[in-house]
T-cell receptor
């Protein structure tokens, strides 16, 4: 059974710092990996999608990397801002029989102090 | 283009009552999903559908039923609500292996 772990569970940094969020998964047979942002009481917003054949994806100040063989992904946030405060969720899509659902980690709660 | 919508946004039930949560998407997606999110945890898959008229169980299906009579709608039913079903419920849809899009969630409390 696929398990997804995110470390740390919570992180507090001063504004302007660069930071890295970690995600690991136990089964490397994945189609792709997604990083989501969730604001308190809100739904999920997709940030980046990395296909299993890709090594990284970038969007603005965000960069996500994927090392499928070691079962790891990182989300790098450059020059953090208070508006980046949210919970970040990592999820993988398995090479199963066609369900194509996501298996989620429990998230990293980020707080950026002004 | 509204994306994925869910109704209702909030609901309080008493133990043993029943209710139906409605999810609608206007992106012509084949795949639809129901997840639940409990405090401090990631989302867990309840049921899913790979097309109109088809449904299947996810990881935590007990106590729930679903139906997909129309491609754009996916209904989640609770026949006899229990306090353990207090949670936030998210619906999602996707086309193939593309990005999965989520609705805003339904916050359900069972007393």
């Amino acid at each position: 059974k696929q398990e997804v772990t995110q470390i740390p569970a919570a992180l507090s940094v001063p504004e302007g710092e660069n930071l890295v969020l970690n995600c690991s998964f136990t089964d490397s047979a994945i189609y792709n990996l997604q990083w989501f942002r969730q604001d308190p009481g809100k739904g999920l917003t997709s940030l980046l999608l990395i296909q299993s054949s890709q090594r990284e994806q970038t969007s603005g100040r965000l960069n996500a990397s994927l090392d499928k063989s070691s079962g790891r992904s990182t989300l790098y946030i450059a020059a953090s801002q208070p508006g980046d405060s949210a919970t970040y969720l990592c999820a993988v899509s398995l090479m199963d029989t066609g369900r194509r659902a996501l298996t989620f980690g429990s998230g990293t709660r980020l707080q950026v102090q002004p | 283009n509204a994306g994925v919508t869910q109704t209702p946004k909030f609901r309080v039930l008493k133990t043993g009552q029943s209710m139906t949560l409605l999810c609608a998407q206007d992106m012509n997606h084949e795949y639809m999903y129901w997840y639940r999110q409990d405090p401090g945890m990631g989302l867990r898959l309840i049921h899913y559908s790979v097309g109109e008229g088809t449904t299947a169980k996810g990881e935590v299906p007990d106590g729930y039923n679903v139906s997909r009579l129309k491609k754009q709608n996916f209904l989640l039913g609770l026949e006899s609500a229990a306090p353990s079903q207090t949670s936030v419920y998210f619906c999602a849809s996707r086309r193939g292996l593309d990005t999965q899009y989520f609705g805003p969630g339904t916050r359900l409390t069972v007393l």
